[in-house]
C-alpha cells in the first residue's frame, strides 16, 4: 500500500462498538497508543474488524489539530497524541509541522502560518496532536 | 486553550440527540448562530454534554467550503454561516479566507486558488460558510 | 449553486439506510460510480432524500487520500475512485492532484509534496483517490 496519507498507524483492533449506521473501532499500536475510528457498519463487516484483526489507520496531515496548552481542557476528539515539534516547513499559507510522540510515532498536520505563529511553533515545543475518529480511515490486507 | 484550530466557537450546548454510537449536539452561541456536531457518544459522557453546558466548537480552515449563491440549493451540511469576505491570502495553491458573520464571527477557511477565482472572491463578496457536523470537534474545560 | 469544493458529483440517490443520529445515503452518478455519504438523519429529513432524489456530493480536495498501490488492500472509506493523474499544481507545503477516471469524472485532490514524491506522482500514473463517507456532504435543490 502506498498512499497520500501522511500519517500511517499500524496496530490490532481492541475494541468494536457496533451501531445501526456506525461502528466506533479502536486499534491498540505497538508503541501502546489507542486509536479510535467511527466508521460505517458496512466498512467494518467488509473489512472483517473483529478485535485481534491487524488494521492500518490512515490520517492525512490537515484533519490533525495541534495544542500546546491543553491544561484544564477536554475535547470531544478520541485521539491525542503527545510529543514534541521535530520539523517545520512553511509555506505561503499553510506549514507542516512534524512531532514525535514518546512512544515513538511520527505524526505529520498541516495547519496555518497564523496558526504556527500564535502557538510560537519550535523544534522541541510540546504539542498534542487532536484528531477527530470520524476522521481516521482503517486499512486492512485482503 | 491554544489550538491550531482556526475556527473556535464557545457557547452553551442547547440540545443533545444520543444514539448507539454517535450524540448530535447543538451549540448556541452568543451570537445566535447554531453549530451542530456529531460525536461519539464516549465523548458526549466524558465530557458531560447537556443542555446548558459551556463548549467551544473546533473546525480547522480546510474542513469549511465556501459557496457564494446559495439560491435554491438545500445542504446536508448542518452549519450554514453567512457574511462577507474581508480578507484573503493567496499561496501557491491554497487561498485563505478570512469571513465575517453579522452576528460577529470570524470563519476561516482554506480553498484552492482555483476555487477562490471561480467564486470571484473580493472584499467584500457575501459569502456562506459550509460545514459538516461530522468536523466539529467539541471542547469543554475539565 | 457555487461552491468552493472542488469535487462536485451530481447523481441519483440509490439507496437509504436510516439510524437513530445519522443515515447512510448513497448516490449512483451517470458515470455508473457511485458515492456514499453518511448524513445526519436531520438532514436527510430536511433534504427529503429518498431513493430517485438528485443530489449533488460535495467534497473539498483536502479530504481525499490517493493511493497509488491498492494491491491486497481493503479500506474502511466507502469511497474508492480510479483514474490517472492529469495535472499537478506544486507549491511550497502543497501539491494539487487532478485525476481523471475511467468514467469521465475529474477528481482534485491536496496532498503534501512530500506524499507526492513519495507516490512517484506524474501525468499518466495510476491512482485511487479514497473518500471517507462522512466527508461527504449532499446538495439537493429546495
Known amino acids: 500500500m502506498k498512499s497520500s496519507a501522511r500519517n500511517q498507524f ?22 501502546g497508543d ?12 467488509d473489512l472483517g474488524l473483529a478485535v ?16 500546546t496548552d491543553e491544561s484544564g481542557l477536554k475535547t470531544s476528539a478520541r485521539n491525542h497524541l503527545r510529543g514534541a515539534v521535530s520539523r517545520l516547513v512553511k509555506g505561503a499559507v499553510n506549514t507542516e509541522v512534524t512531532m514525535q510522540t514518546a512512544g515513538g510515532l511520527t505524526v505529520n498536520a498541516i495547519i496555518t502560518n497564523e496558526s504556527a505563529d ?25
Open 52 to 67: 485481534g484483526t491487524e488494521a492500518t489507520a490512515l490520517i492525512k496531515a490537515p484533519w490533525v489539530i495541534l495544542m
Open 118 to 142: 500564535s502557538l510560537g511553533l519550535d523544534i522541541g515545543t510540546a504539542v498534542s496532536a487532536i484528531i477527530k475518529a470520524s476522521h481516521v480511515i482503517l486499512a486492512t490486507q485482503a
Open 34 to 45: 489507542r486509536i479510535v475510528s467511527v466508521v460505517t457498519m458496512g466498512s467494518a463487516k
Open 10 to 31: 499500524t496496530g490490532k483492533v481492541s475494541s468494536v462498538i457496533p451501531g445501526p449506521v456506525n461502528a466506533e473501532v479502536e486499534l491498540t499500536l505497538a508503541s
